[in-house]
Every structure is written in structure tokens, then in C-alpha cells.
């Protein structure tokens, strides 16, 4: 497969950072709020539609190589 991006790759790392410190908080019986939820929940997308596309751009790189050829 290809690397994925820059961007990608800051934007998972921080989605990392982000759901480790919700399980934290509720590993240690403090309660999450309700915004910081969502908030996680509307980057997980985002960040889904990003991997997706660079993925579909991938693929079409490689089918255009192999139509090339």
C-alpha cells in the first residue's frame, strides 16, 4: 500500500490522543462530557472521509497503471 499523508497522519495521531484521554476519564470514574463526545465522534468521521479518499486515490493510481500497461 502507499503512505498515507501528512495531514492524515497528524490527524490520526491526534485522534488517538484524543479517544486515550476519554477512556482515562472514564477508566477513572470522572464522566465525559457530552461535547467532548461529540466532538471525538465529528473528528472519527472526518478522519474516515479522509482515509477514504486518499485510499480511492491510490486505487485509481494503481488501475491506471495497470490500464497503461
Do not use: W
Amino acid at each position: 500500500m502507499t503512505k498515507c499523508s501528512r495531514n492524515l497522519t497528524k490527524h490520526l495521531k491526534l485522534l488517538k490522543m484524543e479517544r486515550n484521554r476519554l477512556l482515562t476519564l472514564h477508566d477513572n470514574g470522572y464522566t465525559v462530557s457530552p461535547k467532548d463526545y461529540a466532538d471525538y465522534i465529528q473528528h472519527k468521521n472526518y478522519v474516515t472521509t479522509l482515509l477514504h479518499t486518499e485510499k480511492l486515490k491510490a486505487f485509481e493510481k494503481m488501475l491506471k497503471k495497470t490500464i497503461d500497461n
